[in-house]
């Protein structure tokens, strides 16, 4: 395993924000945190690469304990932070050649791999830029950049495609698969279910501080919702309610929405019920990341 | 096509597990220098005009007035009195102002710490490279002063050469203080504080243009333990040796053990939670 992570504590006075979280992480594998706002993935995070102490508990990588054999550690893995804490001071090149020699890479050597990873990112042409003559979502290419200098065997990305646009997103997703590919472990938070279900191969759902469940994005949905959901609109909750335990399946109400989980068996039964009361509003999708957090938790990924 | 993402295996000299070693405070201090170099005619010019200016306006404008000055029994031109205490104000406002406004922005602003962070370096080198990195700032303004004022006469190569190690001592307590008060503020105006209640005074008050003895008490007995009067002392050896010498020493080094001591204590938390 890349990343081992044992009953993870973060106290701050007597407020735990992460309550004993496990789990582990295998090269080539992608890993999300998926989780609300203050669900605690960012700290988690924070403990995994060594810059927030844990309360208890301990994480080694490839071995090496993050607290006591930190720069081991450190040596091998690469950070892309929730914010860009990119050099201003030094050109988009530079950000990359003088990064390296924190690593011990220095002169030729630092110089051709920030070459090969500024065309790798497609940043070959803003070399001599200024970082901020760069877009977001150039900075971020850049941030991931700049922490695969090493050749890391596992990345963190803490919220790596946040106030991207959707095209940049596309271009980070491309990315992140590609180190996937080459075999290194990727630690990926986010709130976007879109991302989390097109890029980890599995997920752990945090809320308040601890695992709520896990799995691959599609066991998930399966297990915790079924195939496919109804959305009905314009009917009470009154009468909905019965309907749930008749058919013996899970539904909220989500906005001016209600949301039923479809019970495998008698889902067109339950359909052509709903039908027949015409309401102002149904449909029926399959079943998403996102229900699965609504169900698990009780709040939707976007409410704070 | 093979990937560039390829990972490393593993190094087959595994980096040291010393909390501060001389590669890593190096990398860490080579940064700022790097950034300073890309710059340098800019930066270059403080230091040099800013003790230029004064000796100019001092030496032809307050030499006629003054003429020659007693330090501690000794009658020397006001400019060679002079030149010792714009030495201590370079390393004063280079060091202290590197170390409060450059190392705040890097930390709180430009978030350059933590990036550095997630490198193998450790907190011990970038805070240590960091602090280094504004003591050479004041060792710049202070060796350039230095050289103005062996160009004009007011003191001999040997006088400088010897003097660098009161002036790398008090760069590192200043650059320490810079750091301590980068670690203290929240906002980047509360730097003002400082520099109007410590700073500011030290720099009019520490008998860097006039001795101190002409200032009432007691406003001499504390503008004399201020580390700015230490240093001024100590750097005045060839014109006088006053006994409280050895304890200006002291006092200087204390003053510098201090404030490292704290900065790190301020530092550390805004870093690691």
């Given at each position: 395993m890349v990343l081992q992570a044992d009953d993870l504590w973060k106290t701050y006075g007597d407020r735990s924000v992460v309550r004993g979280v496990s789990f582990s992480l295998a090269a080539g594998e992608v890993l999300g945190f998926l989780g609300a706002n203050g669900a605690g993935k960012t700290t988690t995070v924070g403990m995994l690469y060594g810059a927030v102490i844990p309360s208890r508990g301990q994480v080694t990588v490839d071995g090496f304990n993050v607290r006591s054999q930190g720069r081991r550690a450190r040596q091998i893995m690469g950070v892309v932070t929730q914010e860009d804490n990119l050099d201003p001071d030094f050109s988009v090149f530079d950000n990359l050649r003088y990064f390296a020699s924190f690593y011990g890479i220095t002169g030729r050597a630092a110089q051709q791999r920030a070459s090969e990873l500024l065309e790798q990112v497609g940043l070959g042409d803003y070399?001599?830029?200024?970082?901020?003559?760069?877009?977001?979502?150039?900075?971020?290419?850049?941030?991931?950049?700049?922490?695969?200098?090493?050749?890391?065997?596992?990345?963190?990305?803490?919220?790596?495609?946040?106030?991207?646009?959707?095209?940049?997103?596309?271009?980070?997703?491309?990315l992140v698969t590609q180190l996937k590919q080459a075999g290194c472990g990727v630690l990926l938070t986010t709130h976007y279910m879109d991302e989390a279900q097109r890029l980890c191969d599995r997920l752990l759902l945090l809320q308040k501080g601890q695992v709520i469940n896990s799995g691959t994005p599609l066991d998930l949905i399966h297990s915790t919702i079924g195939e496919e959901v109804i959305e009905v609109d314009g009917m009470q909750e009154e009468q909905l309610q019965p309907l749930l335990t008749q058919f013996q399946t899970w539904g909220r109400l989500v906005g001016v929405h209600y949301l039923i989980a479809v019970p495998p068996k008698r889902g067109d039964e339950l359909w052509e019920y709903l039908s027949d009361r015409h309401p102002a509003g149904l449909s029926r999708r399959r079943a998403n990341l996102e229900d699965v957090f609504l169900r698990l938790t009780g709040h939707s990924l976007d409410e704070n | 096509?093979?990937?560039?993402?390829?990972?490393?295996?593993?190094?087959?000299?595994?980096?040291?597990?010393?909390?501060?070693?001389?590669?890593?405070?190096?990398?860490?201090?080579?940064?700022?220098?790097?950034?300073?170099?890309?710059?340098?005619?800019?930066?270059?010019?403080?230091?040099?005009?800013?003790?230029?200016?004064?000796?100019?306006?001092?030496?032809?404008?307050?030499?006629?007035?003054?003429?020659?000055?007693?330090?501690?029994?000794?009658?020397?031109?006001?400019?060679?009195?002079?030149?010792?205490?714009?030495?201590?104000?370079?390393?004063?406002?280079?060091?202290?102002?590197?170390?409060?406004?450059?190392?705040?922005?890097?930390?709180?602003?430009?978030?350059?710490?933590?990036?550095?962070?997630?490198?193998?370096?450790?907190?011990?080198?970038?805070?240590?490279?960091?602090?280094?990195?504004?003591?050479?700032?004041?060792?710049?303004?202070?060796?350039?002063?230095?050289?103005?004022?062996?160009?004009?006469?007011?003191?001999?190569?040997?006088?400088?050469?010897?003097?660098?190690?009161?002036?790398?001592?008090?760069?590192?307590?200043?650059?320490?203080?810079?750091?301590?008060?980068?670690?203290?503020?929240?906002?980047?105006?509360?730097?003002?504080?400082?520099?109007?209640?410590?700073?500011?005074?030290?720099?009019?008050?520490?008998?860097?243009?006039?001795?101190?003895?002409?200032?009432p008490s007691p406003l001499l007995e504390v503008a004399g333990l201020l580390p700015l009067s230490l240093l001024v002392d100590l750097l005045r050896w060839p014109l006088g040796l006053p006994d409280h010498l050895p304890w200006a020493l002291l006092g200087l080094l204390g003053w510098a053990i201090a404030s490292i001591f704290l900065a790190w204590r301020t530092i550390y938390p805004r870093l690691f939670r």
């Open positions: 070399a001599r830029h200024r970082v901020d003559q760069l877009s977001g979502g150039l900075k971020r290419r850049l941030v991931l950049a700049r922490a695969l200098i090493n050749r890391p065997r596992l990345v963190f990305l803490d919220e790596p495609t946040t106030g991207l646009d959707p095209d940049a997103r596309q271009d980070f997703w491309r | 096509m093979k990937t560039d993402f390829t990972p490393f295996t593993p190094t087959q000299n595994p980096p040291s597990q010393a909390p501060l070693t001389p590669w890593g405070v190096y990398a860490a201090w080579q940064r700022n220098a790097r950034v300073y170099q890309a710059t340098w005619l800019v930066n270059s010019l403080p230091p040099l005009s800013e003790p230029l200016i004064y000796l100019v306006a001092f030496g032809y404008g307050l030499t006629p007035l003054v003429g020659e000055i007693s330090y501690y029994g000794t009658t020397v031109d006001y400019l060679r009195f002079l030149a010792p205490g714009m030495m201590g104000i370079g390393v004063l406002f280079q060091s202290y102002s590197e170390g409060a406004y450059a190392s705040y922005l890097r930390l709180d602003y430009q978030k350059t710490w933590h990036a550095i962070l997630t490198t193998p370096l450790t907190f011990s080198e970038v805070f240590t490279g960091e602090l280094l990195w504004a003591a050479t700032k004041g060792m710049i303004a202070a060796l350039a002063t230095g050289l103005l004022a062996i160009l004009w006469g007011l003191m001999s190569i040997t006088t400088l050469v010897l003097s660098i190690p009161l002036l790398l001592l008090g760069s590192v307590a200043f650059a320490g203080a810079g750091l301590l008060t980068a670690g203290l503020v929240r906002t980047i105006d509360q730097i003002n504080v400082p520099i109007y209640l410590l700073i500011v005074p030290m720099f009019t008050l520490c008998g860097t243009y006039f001795p101190r003895e002409t200032l």
